[in-house]
């Protein structure tokens, strides 16, 4: 059931062995409310785009809660969600480049982005610019482990960022995953 909610190209600490493209990752379909809140941090997507113009290879990543995270800034309505960009370096084989926001959706603007990919504006007529703050910023030369470390860290309590990165789900979470599953089998089975 994992691999229905995973598309596009498998990371590769060999950065410049990773396909430019889209990469959607999503919570298992089959679990419920409660479990991706609590296990997946009410991750609704994780989107990746790794794009190569000459020379650097940008990486984007913008990860989308459930549309229960909501704060209120200035007066409005918002549903936040995390972004990372970075720039590889072919030559140098290091990211000249990396730096996090929060991404302010509008609930019309969150609606029509989370279900699309980052190609979203390049598509369709009616842009998408979201209100953003920007949280950190390296430049420099910063190595594949620090900006996977960082990433990480940035998007913690998502295991879609460890599944991306690993090719799959934290060991606890594929237990979890597993004895739900299994529960769920049973009790099916005795009805």
Same mark, same amino acid.
């Given at each position: !059931?994992?691999?229905?909610?995973?598309?596009? $190209?498998?990371?590769? +600490?060999?950065?410049?062995? @990773?396909?430019?493209?889209?990469? +959607?990752?999503?919570?298992?379909?089959? @679990?419920?409310?409660?479990? *991706?809140?609590? =296990?997946? $941090?009410?991750? =609704?997507?994780?989107?990746?785009?790794?794009?190569?113009?000459?020379?650097?290879?940008?990486?984007?990543?913008?990860?989308? #809660?459930?549309?229960?995270? #909501?704060?209120?800034?200035?007066?409005?309505?918002?549903?936040?969600? %995390? =972004?990372?960009?970075?720039?590889?370096?072919?030559?140098?084989?290091?990211? %000249?480049?990396?730096?996090?926001?929060?991404?302010?959706?509008?609930?019309?603007?969150? =609606?029509? %982005?989370?279900?699309?990919?980052?190609?979203?504006?390049?598509?369709?007529?009616?842009?998408? +610019?979201?209100?953003?703050?920007?949280?950190?910023? !390296?430049?420099? *030369?910063?190595?594949?482990?620090?900006? @996977?470390?960082?990433?990480?860290?940035? !998007?913690?309590? *998502?295991?879609?960022?460890?599944?991306?990165?690993?090719?799959?789900?934290?060991?606890?979470?594929?237990?979890?995953?597993? $004895?739900? %599953? #299994?529960?769920?089998?049973?009790?099916?089975?005795?009805?």
């Amino acid at each position: !059931m994992e691999f229905d909610t995973w598309y596009g $190209a498998t990371f590769n +600490k060999d950065i410049r062995r @990773i396909g430019d493209g889209i990469v +959607k990752l999503r919570p298992p379909s089959d @679990i419920d409310d409660f479990i *991706n809140s609590f =296990y997946f $941090a009410d991750a =609704y997507s994780l989107d990746i785009k790794w794009e190569t113009k000459n020379g650097i290879k940008s990486f984007q990543s913008e990860e989308f #809660k459930t549309d229960q995270n #909501k704060i209120t800034k200035d007066g409005v309505d918002f549903i936040p969600a %995390r =972004y990372i960009h970075a720039e590889f370096d072919l030559e140098t084989n290091f990211f %000249r480049h990396f730096d996090g926001a929060i991404h302010f959706y509008t609930p019309e603007e969150y =609606y029509t %982005r989370r279900d699309a990919d980052f190609n979203f504006n390049s598509k369709n007529s009616h842009h998408i +610019k979201t209100a953003s703050e920007k949280l950190f910023k !390296m430049n420099g *030369n910063v190595s594949i482990d620090t900006w @996977i470390e960082f990433t990480s860290h940035f !998007m913690t309590a *998502n295991p879609l960022v460890i599944e991306y990165f690993e090719g799959k789900y934290p060991e606890n979470i594929i237990q979890t995953l597993d $004895a739900l %599953r #299994k529960h769920k089998g049973e009790n099916g089975k005795s009805h």
